[in-house]
């Protein structure tokens, strides 16, 4: 059972940089997020997608875009990457019914220098 | 919209010791209840959730949450912690509709021998 799963792990960019964090699921799971986590602030929800071709900004999307081709793949793009998005990524999933968990992948640490 | 307050960022206890992370939250509509925990370097896992019910919801690892409606609060407990249950805890609600998650910023449980 692999879950979701993200890559890669680790990564350092340096300013104005672009990269793209992979992430794929293989539980038929409509529903899809992206959410960065800062110290003391929580997950904060950046995009997300209830299905293949539709996606939602979430609470800070600013200089982030996603796509969604397939049911299974929700890759997260960096245009310009700036110091303030140093952070870790989470991938999620769920099947969308309001009482279902999320799935977590286990994340991305992502470095602009 | 929802809201999760967590006031304690961290909270150290010595093993064997009894704990309480507290959870409040705010919100409109109703909402489903889920406890998370982050080890250090991995996902979040679901430790347990309220989706109706039972005031007392029992989890993995001996954790508990009860549910209070008059007092907006969805505290974790756990009458004996172990080393391995050092973590950071998060508080999550959902509206019935199938709203996104929110989050709370989280507690770092501190388990001390």
């Known amino acids: 059972n692999a879950g979701v799963t993200q890559t890669p792990k680790f990564r350092i960019l340096k300013i104005g940089q672009s990269m793209t964090l992979q992430c794929t699921q293989d539980?038929?799971?409509?529903?899809m997020y992206w959410y960065r986590q800062d110290p003391g602030m929580g997950l904060k929800l950046i995009y997300y997608?209830?299905?293949?071709?539709?996606?939602d900004k979430g609470e800070v999307p600013n200089g982030y875009n996603v796509s969604r081709s397939t049911t299974e793949d929700f890759p997260l793009r960096l245009e310009l990457a700036a110091p303030s998005q140093t952070s870790v990524y989470f991938c999620?999933?769920?099947?969308?019914?309001?009482?279902?968990?999320?799935?977590f992948g286990s994340g991305t640490q992502l470095s602009v220098l | 919209a929802q809201s999760v307050t967590q006031l304690d960022s961290q909270v150290p206890v010595f093993e064997e010791a009894p704990v309480e992370l507290r959870c409040n939250y705010s919100?409109?509509?109703?909402?489903?209840l889920f406890w998370y925990v982050q080890y250090p370097n991995q996902g979040l896992q679901l430790l347990l959730k309220?989706?109706?019910?039972?005031?007392l919801v029992k989890g993995i690892n001996g954790f508990e949450a009860e549910f209070n409606k008059s007092q907006t609060s969805f505290h974790l407990r756990k009458p004996s912690v172990h080393i391995s249950d050092t973590a950071e805890y998060f508080c999550?609600?959902?509206?019935?509709?199938?709203?996104?998650?929110?989050f709370g910023p989280g507690t770092r449980l501190s388990v001390l021998p």
């Open positions: 997608s209830v299905g293949a071709g539709i996606t």
């Open positions: 919100s409109s509509v109703s909402v489903y």
């Open positions: 999620a999933s769920s099947s969308g019914l309001a009482h279902e968990k999320l799935f």
């Open positions: 309220y989706l109706s019910g039972s005031t």
């Open positions: 999550a609600v959902r509206g019935d509709y199938g709203q996104n998650f929110v």
């Open positions: 539980m038929n799971h409509n529903y």
